[in-house]
């Protein structure tokens, strides 16, 4: 199985900072990776997939990038609903992952 | 619009079976895989197995191998995920979602509410 490193675990930031969060795999998944976004209490919501592409409806502030067995999310200017889990997951084969997470908090 | 509807919440006794229902509409169902994702209280996202709308066949998590299984009823629409066998690192929210592309090998679009299985003596 293809396991997902997800770092930092708990990254603290301030409205208007540009975080970034990594996810590595343990092979190579090619392109096929995607970021979820998590609320207590809520379904995860795609954010981005196919490492890079955003998905509809999500700001611009996201973006994705990577490839092979390195991938990086990048929120541009946090803002007040940013505030949350984030995931991500390989979709290299029929045996799908996730990373373990990592927490964005308000500093 | 794309809905996915799970069923409600249960308490099952440890070494009992539980089935959580899945009811879609709004896209064929047939074209697009579903898969089980569970979430242990304060933890993270666990990929149980997906499921084949289309030709039935199931890819299982090598931890749920043996004590799972994934079904579905094309003509409403629905997949089962039934988990036997239960202990009490069981107790979670169970989470069916569908793959956003057809054929496999894609991330999960539209996810259901989520159930809450609880396994306690």
């Known amino acids: 199985d293809i396991q997902m490193t997800q770092s930092p675990s708990i990254v603290s930031a301030s409205e208007g900072d540009r975080v970034t969060i990594s996810c590595r795999a343990s092979q190579n998944i090619n392109i096929w990776l995607a970021w979820y976004q998590q609320k207590p209490g809520k379904a995860p919501k795609l954010l981005i997939y196919k490492a890079s592409n955003l998905e509809s409806g999500v700001p611009s502030r996201f973006s994705g990038s990577g490839s092979g067995t390195e991938f990086i999310l990048t929120i541009s200017s946090l803002q007040p609903d940013d505030f949350a889990t984030y995931y991500c997951?390989?979709?290299?084969?029929?045996?799908?992952?996730f990373g373990q997470g990592t927490k964005l908090e308000i500093k | 619009q794309v809905q996915v509807v799970q069923s409600g919440a249960e308490v099952k006794k440890p070494g009992a079976s539980v089935k959580v229902s899945c009811k879609t509409s709004?896209?064929?169902?047939?074209?697009?895989?579903i898969s089980w994702v569970r979430q242990a209280p304060g933890q993270g996202l666990e990929w149980m197995g997906r499921?084949?709308?289309?030709?039935?066949?199931?890819n299982y998590a090598q931890k749920f191998q043996g004590r799972v299984t994934m079904t579905t009823d094309t003509a409403t629409g629905t997949a089962y995920m039934e988990l036997r066998s239960l202990r009490s690192d069981d107790t979670a929210v169970y989470y069916c979602a569908r793959e956003k592309f057809t054929g496999g090998q894609a991330p999960f679009a539209d996810w259901g509410q989520g159930t809450l299985v609880s396994v306690s003596s």
């Open positions: 709004g896209y064929t169902f047939t074209n697009y895989g």
């Open positions: 997951q390989q979709y290299n084969s029929l045996l799908y992952s």
């Open positions: 499921i084949s709308a289309y030709t039935g066949n199931t």
